[in-house]
């Protein structure tokens, strides 16, 4: 069935780097997509979001880049910080839908290196 | 403004037994979701309540259910436990069911032995 993917399970970034964790989508239909942060032990914390309508859209220190044709999905992370760290989900979901199932990715760990 | 919580944070259950996990929606949020998100995988979707009944349910069987109180606080029950049941459980708030700003809690951890 279609789903979200990420292509990279791992991610190690030098600090002060930028980072970018890519996201690929197949549910044509999926038309809001976010991007949540989970740390150890915690549960997943809301980064940023962005409708099928938009390309890019940027919040503080974070760039979601949203590629329709080719159904994919970014997070770029200006100067990456230790606290940086955690494993980022990308979810989608369907403003069509009478209650807000989110469909989520496998996860892509960050690691900060200093 | 408080945010969701859960309790407990940690349960162990034997095959076989029933549990409850409870939840509490953040301030002015009146549906809440519930994750299952079993160890190096995403959460995924169990079910959602609004106005006390369940208003969309994913790909898990009946023995998971759900209930909403008027202070839009909720439960997850989940009889016959199976091994498989292990995982994180998570708690998600929104202000509306279709809302996609889904505001999580820390989980509940079950262990099932």
């Known amino acids: 069935g279609e789903s979200v993917g990420l292509h990279l399970p791992t991610l190690s970034v030098q600090e002060g780097d930028n980072s970018i964790i890519n996201c690929a989508y197949s549910?044509?239909?999926?038309?809001?997509f976010i991007w949540y942060k989970q740390e150890s032990g915690k549960g997943p914390q809301f980064i940023i979001d962005i409708r099928s309508n938009m390309d890019k859209r940027q919040g503080q220190r974070v760039t979601v880049l949203l590629n329709k044709t080719v159904k994919h999905l970014s997070l770029q992370i200006a100067a990456t910080q230790p606290g940086d760290s955690a494993v980022y989900f990308c979810a989608e979901g369907r403003t069509t839908d009478s209650w807000g199932k989110l469909q989520f990715g496998a996860g892509t760990q960050v690691v900060v290196t200093p | 403004e408080t945010g969701v919580t859960q309790s407990p944070t940690h349960l162990i259950k034997t095959r076989g037994q029933q549990v409850t996990l409870r939840c509490s929606s953040q301030?002015?949020?009146?549906?809440v979701s519930w994750y299952q998100q079993a160890l190096g995988q995403g959460p995924q979707f169990i079910f959602q309540y609004y106005r006390e009944e369940e208003n969309g349910r994913g790909n898990f069987p009946p023995r998971f259910s759900g209930l909403q109180f008027p202070n839009y606080s909720s439960e997850l029950n989940v009889n016959a436990l199976e091994l498989d049941d292990s995982a994180l459980y998570l708690c998600a708030s929104s202000p509306r069911p279709q809302g996609h700003e889904q505001y999580f809690g820390p989980g509940t951890r079950l262990t099932v032995t």
């Open positions: 301030s002015g949020h009146n549906t």
């Open positions: 549910n044509s239909a999926s038309d809001y």
